[in-house]
């Protein structure tokens, strides 16, 4: 029995004895630093040939590169290390104390900032840099008093409210001068674009009025409304019907405010025939003429009935185009070529017939 005791002794003697040659040794010392500064970390490994990798739980308080901590703003986090050799693996955490820094602003804004009354399509408007918030970022603990109504602190972020301007003051709770910040905070209006400028329609037809309001971030409401005096159409939102032949305006409103304005041609269909009788040669809508030569057309309208509609109605315009006219027939001459424009305003349109020298 004594023998066997002995044994037993020595054996669990060498069992402890031996070292685990499976792990490393790893630790790391907590690190306390000012905002704006910078630390190496202080690592103690058993391993000299370990590689390290970091994750800081908090990046905003503190970040970490190469083992080298950076002060970001105010407050406490850890840091977790990790080392690596040989499949061998080693974890430990450290805590990061971020304190205030006499040496630098009460907190990271400028002197002037401007934010805008946005509550839509944010990612639009940051693309053309505007903003309607902004984070603070704290050097020192802090009181803050804001004068006047334009912007709110919520959250740490200083929030757009109303149009107008504000000074925000912070004043150091340790403290030493204080921080003004005047914060300008304006709306954005919004426009209306791809509006035409004029819509021809036939009576009895109807139309949609297309437009766009831009920016997509405008502040506040955009109602856009049409409106008009003329019995020839009716509006219904933003649906146009032709009622009778005519001309007239449509009226673009914004938020009650008049904007733009839409010209509403509706024409009845009708034909135009003309006839050459002598002197020149009609081809589409144009008469050729040779230099010096004069030709004599009959021009006829026939309105969507059939029925010939009376030239004693019809207002005659010329341009570079010499005419006299004896009932439908018409007399030309033109030097370098011009346009013959009637006026039908019992159909709601005109005929332009065009005149060219060959």
Known sequence: MVIVVVVAAITLAFVFAQPDQSAISLSVENITLQVGESKQLNITCSDSNAQYSFEVYDEEIARVEDGKVFGMRIGDTSIRITAVSDGKRAVSVAKIFVVESSSLPIVNLPSQIQLYLIDKNLQEAELAGLKNQIEISANREYNVSISGDAVK??????????????????????????????????????????????????????????????????????????????????????????????????????????????????????????????????????????????????????????????????????????????????????????????????????????????
């Open 153 to 358: 602190i919520k959250n740490n972020t200083i929030c757009a409210n109303k149009q107008g301007e504000a000074t925000i003051t912070f004043v150091s709770k340790t403290g030493g001068d204080a921080q003004q910040v005047l914060v300008k905070v304006k709306s954005i209006p919004a426009t209306i674009s791809n509006l035409p400028s004029q819509i021809n329609l036939a009576v009895d037809e109807q139309a949609s009025i297309d437009f766009a309001i831009v920016p997509s971030y405008y502040s506040g409401d955009a109602d856009v409304t049409f409106k008009s005096q003329s019995q020839i159409i009716k509006i219904d939102g933003n649906t146009l019907s032709a009622i009778s032949a005519g001309s007239g305006v449509i009226d673009v409103y914004l938020n009650d405010e008049k904007v733009d304005e839409i010209e509403v041609l509706i024409e009845s269909q009708f034909d135009c025939v003309v006839d050459v009788i002598s002197g020149g040669v009609f081809k589409d809508d144009t008469i050729f003429l040779s230099p010096n030569q004069s030709a004599c057309v009959s021009i006829q309208i026939y309105s969507s009935t059939g029925q010939p509609v009376n030239f004693s109605g019809t207002q005659i315009l010329t341009d570079g185009v010499q005419i006299k006219r004896d009932m439908n027939y018409f007399h030309i001459s033109s030097q370098n070529g011009g346009k013959i424009v009637i006026n039908l305003p019992d159909l709601g349109g005109f005929v332009t017939i065009f005149v060219a020298i060959i």
